[in-house]
């Protein structure tokens, strides 16, 4: 990896200088506000990756750069709408507690658990349960090691049963991660 020419990284420090205040505010009024530092750190890094295409005029890198920060607020939205979406299907399935031993609908409530655990866990948990990955697969869809991703979920688990009830956790099963 070379290192960045000293000309591009102040021309780079110019651009980001002028324009971070505008692209912050363009996030802030599309987005929800708390997440506009986010994208436009997120529009930055993409925008440092491709620094080499950025048009040479003031007013046309802006522009460039809200085009930026506009797919960046659109991957976020879609990143929402998918979690989103899985607790839908969490909320929408059925109760267990039809055979013996399983835990009934009344004692676990894993939807509002589910809402309690942070994106990083859900994420975790997605992987094992619902896609069925096993751990080495999982930790090449999130980009770690597979003893990272083992960690990853075993305090994920810990994480939803430490949101479930004392009487749902004794009954609840262990969802295991396949090796």
Not at 25 to 37: C, K, T, Y
Not at 93 to 117: F, N, Q, R, V
Request: charged share 25%; net charge positive; hydrophobic share 45%.
């Amino acid at each position: 990896m070379s290192t960045p020419q000293p000309d591009r990284e102040a021309r780079f420090r110019a651009l980001y200088a002028d324009a971070y205040p505008d692209v912050l505010a363009f996030a802030q009024r599309r987005g929800h506000p708390s997440h506009a530092e986010d994208v436009v750190a997120e529009a930055f890094l993409v925008v440092w990756r491709r620094f080499d295409e950025a048009p040479k005029r003031s007013g046309d890198a802006r522009a460039w750069i809200f085009g930026i920060a506009r797919h960046c607020l659109l991957n976020a939205r879609r990143g929402q709408g998918r979690q989103d979406a899985l607790a839908v299907r969490i909320a929408s399935a059925p109760p267990a507690g039809d055979e013996p031993g399983e835990p009934s609908g009344e004692l676990i409530d894993l939807a509002a658990a589910w809402k309690k655990l942070g994106p990083k866990d859900q994420e975790a948990l997605a992987l094992a349960v619902f896609e069925d990955l096993t751990s080495a697969q999982a930790a090449r869809v999130l980009g770690v090691s597979a003893a990272s991703y083992r960690i990853r979920l075993m305090r994920a688990r810990r994480a939803l049963r430490a949101h479930l009830t004392p009487t749902s956790f004794a009954a609840a099963p262990m969802m295991e991660a396949q090796p």
